[in-house]
């Protein structure tokens, strides 16, 4: 899907960085769809115009928001859209209705 990164979320008591992207470990369940592109940056605000789970569930249902560049860095891990199918449809349901 063109003009998205993705981004798997990790519980706050997990550290992404010692997972890989083929052995993701104990995750949310949940991606998030960042914007691409200059005009998404929230210079203000150090974050990024995106998608994400409304919900602390997996595969929860999504809606717009923003996510700050800490945020992304210490509870995500960036993956594949094809991962990101696989872990969140909900996802990818409510980019293509909108």
């Keep these: 899907m ?3 990164h993705f981004f798997l979320e990790y519980p706050m008591d997990q550290n992404p ?8 470990g104990p ?6 769809a960042v914007f691409q592109g200059r005009e998404f940056i ?4 150090n ?3 995106c998608i994400g789970a409304l919900n602390f569930v997996p595969n ?8 700050s560049f800490d945020y992304l860095s210490k509870y995500c891990k960036r993956i594949s859209e094809k991962m990101a199918r696989e872990i969140h449809p909900q996802l990818f349901d ?3 209705h909108k």
């Design 2 to 4: 063109i003009g998205f």
């Design 17 to 24: 960085k010692k997972h890989t992207r083929k052995n993701p």
């Design 27 to 32: 995750h949310s369940g949940n991606c998030i």
């Design 42 to 45: 929230l210079p203000d605000l």
């Design 47 to 49: 974050s990024v115009e």
């Design 60 to 67: 929860s249902h999504c809606c717009s928001s923003s996510a």
């Design 94 to 96: 409510y980019l293509h």
